[in-house]
């Protein structure tokens, strides 16, 4: 599949939103999803996002998807230390025969 | 609650030594996959079973294999490990296609010595 890309690394303070961006490969792909992973733990899903809504929110979290640019965004809202953590972006690719992960954005939320 | 549970969460053998690790899911999903996590990467997909169908993806090494006894769960086994297939092992699971929302579990760490 092709690369789902994503920048390595975010920090932010306590209490300021967060953005993580990912750009995705195929336009094709019906769902796009954000994933959770804390150290030495596995993957929690954290929301996702129909191929046809251009924002979903969930509590302190804000999906954007701007298809065009095939561009995919989280804002976390009032960010917390507890937010510290890797999230991934993914896809299901290829109508839904690859499953592709991004590289993953660690989050840091500084005191 | 429904849920993927992985036995054990941390594995160590020994290089060459045969290791199985196990996945069961109590969501009743068609799909299920394992994946291999290095450090600070992606999860990396190996296979998958829908239903009793495997499907191996094509850069998967042959020293790693999968069993689905029934639906509730599912192996991987590692033949022969070498010191590069120290890893998070990762099951998750889908209702019914890679396009579905995949649920995973919590991992198992593998060190190989």
């Known amino acids: 599949g092709e690369d789902v890309e994503q920048s390595l690394f975010l920090s932010v303070r306590e209490g300021d939103s967060s953005v993580i961006n990912c750009t995705y490969t195929?336009?094709?792909?019906?769902?796009l999803y954000w994933y959770k992973q804390e150290p030495g733990a596995g993957l929690q899903l954290l929301t996702y996002?129909?191929?046809?809504?251009d924002m979903k929110q969930d509590q302190r979290l804000t999906v954007l998807l701007n298809k065009k640019d095939k561009h995919l965004s989280l804002r976390i809202a009032d960010t917390q230390t507890g937010d510290s953590a890797i999230y991934f972006c993914?896809?299901?690719?290829?109508?839904?025969?690859?499953?592709?992960f991004g590289p993953g954005t660690r989050l840091s939320v500084l005191p | 609650d429904a849920m993927v549970i992985q036995n054990p969460r941390y594995q160590v053998t020994q290089f060459g030594k045969p290791v199985t690790l196990s996945c069961s899911q109590t969501?009743?999903?068609?799909?299920m996959y394992w994946y291999q996590q290095k450090s600070s990467q992606a999860p990396k997909l190996l296979f998958h079973?829908?239903?009793?169908?495997?499907?191996n993806e094509a850069d998967t090494p042959d020293n790693f294999q999968s069993r689905r006894p029934n639906t509730s769960f599912c192996f991987l086994d590692i033949r022969s490990p070498g010191l590069g297939d120290a890893a998070m092992y990762l099951c998750?699971?889908?209702?019914?296609?890679?396009?579905?929302?995949?649920?995973f579990g919590p991992g198992t760490r593998l060190t190989v010595l």
């Open positions: 993914a896809e299901a690719q290829n109508y839904g025969q690859n499953f592709v």
């Open positions: 195929d336009s094709s792909s019906t769902y």
């Open positions: 969501l009743n999903h068609n799909v």
């Open positions: 998750a699971t889908s209702r019914s296609g890679t396009r579905d929302t995949q649920y």
């Open positions: 079973y829908y239903d009793k169908d495997f499907n």
């Open positions: 996002i129909f191929s046809n809504m």
